[in-house]
């Protein structure tokens, strides 16, 4: 039996090549059968379908084709988020150009744990999270899986700091994985603030650094998940400076309005933040995963520290070979910043800007087609790129129910969240070639869909 040709090497170009242009044809394939934004069927359907198209993955002898069968399965099968009527989650269809580049840095695999098994990558790396640090305006970067690591790795180097009996006071409109960092990290339960409205609560926050022993870390959000708001940060800073609270701000939804010039305003008071989390397969239309840790200060990632005779030997970091253990938790590490790289210096900021600037244009637009639409009613304005409508005077029970159904049939993809009480379907835009009479569309699918009584065909 030969050897398979390696993506690698002098000989992986022309081994990539054929398989490329497979792997398109396949996603062509896929798409087309697939025929909307989500598969039809729900969960049953779908998985039946894909079972019957990969009969065994792990077969005695192997099949040349299996690669097509696979690709094209998938495609047939998968949510598709740059579908315009794919809009329910912060789930960014990739700027072609991140995903030519991801492709770059599959095929050559470097490992960002130490500098001999990726040299290039390790430069590049350093010169992308300086030039992300002073976007925020801190010091240094990390990069991340997401958000969900971010915010651990923010908890993780303040208890260092301040010590494992380190208070975590946060929105009740909160990301889950802050208070899940908490219970991984040992620390005591997190105090919740109230967040009337969708968003902390200042007064509320004073009470409880106030009467609640610290040290405290406060974490304020900028573009909840649930409503795309953001915290009052200037006030919220504030506070946490009278009583020398250490604050991290989650901002892996809103951070991306930092590359616009027309909407980083509204993130007046991120400068304050000890720690900041962005991310950029959100508002940066990166594949999977693409995230960011900003820290003020670099003392603080000294707490990363890690010795490898193997990886990070003293006499080899004397020598001047760089350290790369203390960038992240992980060991291996696939190097992600190349695709980063890629859109930043091909857009640069004011393209990647003006993506920002049409999506949030988008939920303005989609925002006016609902309040003007007897059927509809209209949570709030959007501060990001999230609207959330509901069907006027429906009971929580059929808005649920006209989701799923939609769902169920692969029409359209919303999301839902509740907030004061009721249940919204949520639209979050981030594909920045939707067009006003998508948006018109996705209305129709809904009423239709209502009308029809939510039951699926």
């Not at 798409?31 to 039946?48: K, N, S």
């Not at 080899?316 to 590490?333: Q, V």
Request: a negative charge; hydrophobic letters at 45%.
């Amino acid at each position: 039996m030969s050897t398979p040709p390696l993506a690698s090497g002098p000989e992986g170009p022309g081994a990539l090549r054929p398989l490329l242009d497979t792997v398109l044809d396949a996603l062509h394939d896929g798409t087309r059968a697939r025929g909307g934004p989500l598969p039809a069927g729900g969960p049953g359907q779908v998985a039946a379908r894909l079972r019957e198209a990969v009969a065994d993955v792990l077969p005695e002898d192997g099949d040349p084709g299996a690669l097509r069968a696979l690709v094209t399965a998938l495609a047939a099968g998968a949510a598709d988020p740059a579908h315009s009527l794919c809009a329910a989650h912060l789930h960014c269809p990739p700027l072609a150009v991140a995903t030519a580049a991801d492709l770059a840095a599959s095929a050559l695999n470097p490992s960002l744990d130490s500098w001999d098994q990726g040299p290039a990558a390790s430069a590049l790396e350093a010169l992308v999270t300086q030039a992300l640090a002073r976007l925020a305006g801190t010091a240094d970067a990390l990069v991340t899986s997401g958000g969900t690591e971010s915010n651990q790795l923010a908890l993780l180097l303040a208890r260092e700091r301040h010590g494992a009996g380190l208070r975590l006071v946060t929105g009740a409109n909160a990301h889950h994985s802050l208070a899940r960092a908490a219970w991984l990290l040992g620390l005591p339960d997190p105090v919740i603030v109230p967040a009337p409205g969708g968003t902390l609560d200042p007064a509320a926050l004073d009470e409880a650094l106030t009467h609640v022993p610290g040290p405290h870390l406060v974490a304020a959000t900028a573009g909840t998940t649930d409503a795309g708001l953001i915290d009052p940060l200037p006030d919220i800073a504030a506070r946490c400076a009278a009583h020398g609270a250490r604050l991290h701000i989650d901002a892996a939804y809103g951070g991306g309005l930092l590359f616009s010039d027309r909407h980083r305003p509204a993130l007046a008071g991120l400068d304050a933040a000890h720690t900041l989390t962005l991310d950029l397969h959100k508002l940066g239309w990166q594949p999977v995963p693409a995230g960011v840790l900003a820290v003020r200060d670099t003392a603080d990632l000294t707490a990363l520290g890690q010795r490898a005779d193997y990886l990070n030997a003293d006499d080899d970091t004397d020598a001047g070979l760089p350290d790369l253990l203390g960038r992240s938790l992980h060991t291996t590490r696939r190097p992600d910043v190349l695709k980063i790289a890629a859109t930043l210096t091909t857009l640069g900021r004011r393209g990647v800007g003006a993506l920002v600037d049409r999506v949030l244009d988008l939920a303005q637009e989609l925002a006016a087609l609902v309040k003007d639409h007897p059927a509809f009613e209209l949570h709030d304005t959007p501060t990001l790129s999230t609207v959330l409508f509901r069907p006027t005077g429906a009971p929580d029970e059929a808005v649920a129910a006209l989701r799923r159904a939609l769902l169920t049939e692969g029409r359209a993809v919303l999301g839902r969240a509740r907030l004061d009480g009721r249940l919204w379907l949520k639209a979050t835009l981030l594909n920045p070639r939707t067009r006003t009479g998508d948006l018109a569309a996705l209305l129709t699918l809904v009423q239709d869909a209502l009308v029809e009584g939510t039951t699926p065909r």
